[in-house]
């Protein structure tokens, strides 16, 4: 019997994913660019073992036992790494054996906090980890195919997501672009609106949105690549006004797009737009860009800020907002997944 545990942070976009070109492989339409948090915070922990004795792969999620046969993109991940481990993989732990994987969030699952992102990552690389498998860009391929989102989890600090060109995904891989230490001081706040499950799973909305949707396609052509190559080289000299305005224009065509579906999906609710108004003014009082906001498909937001501002920033909020509606998650030093 052999067993491994591994976590796996959540990471947050700041150019979105939204669209797939292909369901089953989890294509994306467009490239995405995302920050991965600290792997002590919002993370995912699975414990996967191994034995020659089990009978059938099993699998538990929060505690609750889950169906892995009635989860095609489950299937999926485990075939997937299969066939890496027979080819690449050390034969200490047969790839024949069953096995029984317990995975835990330490935050709300599906309440638009990324938690099949760091889920999946989780998954993928505890299963390469049993297998011996060395890290490779294949590894994000098999994560992508458990949520597209999830492959950008494998790698800390600043990570872009390639949409690729080929029909079989291959090329469709995430790259770190610089790690955690490139710009230490650069922190994210949450702010917990809603921690519900969403209305419309973000697999859904964007399926509806792809059907539906014209911005959607002229984002993903005429707007994003420019976007992609503005934001690397704002990451690259750690210009956060850059950063900052490009982070909530991104965020707000997405909920754009998400309106112009039809019908329209509403992600975000009152609060949260009284957190976009409230940090637009807050800058304005600043006199320049201190603070900066990306909410995902659902009602919370993340605030974008540098160390040296955060008890600024704190502080207004409280003024402001109710006390219960804000986490802190202190952006990573270091790799953020780490085999125990
Ligand atoms: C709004 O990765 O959850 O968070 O690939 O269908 O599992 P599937 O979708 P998922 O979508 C994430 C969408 C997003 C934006 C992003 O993380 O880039």
Redesign the pocket.
């Known amino acids: 019997m052999f067993s491994v545990t591994c976590v796996a942070p959540v ?3 700041l ?4 669209g ?1 070109r292909h369901e089953d492989l ?1 294509l994306p339409v467009n490239d ?1 660019l ?1 920050m991965t948090l600290s792997t002590n915070e919002l993370c995912a922990k699975t414990t996967i073992t191994a034995s020659k004795s089990f009978e059938h792969n099993r699998m538990w999620l929060n505690g609750e036992e889950v169906s892995i046969e009635e989860s095609s ?1 489950l299937t999926r991940c485990l075939k997937e790494v299969r066939r890496l481990a027979l080819a690449t993989g050390s034969q200490k732990v047969s790839p024949s054996w069953k096995v029984h994987i317990a995975s835990v969030n330490n935050f709300p699952t599906a309440a ?1 906090l ?1 938690s ?2 760091a889920g999946y990552a989780c998954l993928v690389y505890s299963l390469a980890r049993l297998y011996e498998i060395p890290f490779s860009d294949e590894l994000t391929t098999v994560a ?1 195919q ?5 492959c ?1 989890s494998l790698f800390g600090g600043f990570v872009q ?1 390639h949409r690729g060109v080929l029909d079989n995904g291959t090329d469709s891989v995430a790259k770190q672009i610089v790690s955690s230490q490139h710009w230490p001081n650069m922190h994210v706040l949450i702010l917990v609106v809603n921690d519900q499950r969403k209305k419309t ?3 859904r909305g ?1 399926q509806n949105a792809v059907n539906t949707s014209t911005l959607l396609h002229h984002r993903a052509d005429k707007v994003v690549p420019e976007r992609i190559n503005q934001l690397r080289e704002a990451i690259q000299n750690r210009d956060f006004q850059t950063f900052g305005e490009i982070t909530m224009r991104d965020s707000n065509q ?1 909920h754009a797009i998400a309106m112009d579906t039809y019908p329209p999906c509403v992600y975000m609710n009152d609060v949260s737009h009284e957190i976009v108004s409230f940090v637009h003014s807050y800058n304005n009082a600043m006199g320049s860009l201190h603070a900066a906001y990306t909410f ?2 659902g009602p919370n937001a993340c605030l974008y800020v540098l160390a040296e501002h955060v008890p600024q920033l704190v502080d207004a909020i409280q003024k402001v907002f109710p006390s219960d509606l804000m986490d802190s998650a202190e952006y990573l030093r270091g790799l953020p997944i780490s085999p125990e």
């Open positions: 990471n947050i976009a150019i979105k994913y939204w797939k989890i995405s995302s993109r638009g990324a099949s992102a992508r458990g949520s597209g989102s999830a950008r997501w799973a973000s697999t964007m997405f995902d498909a």
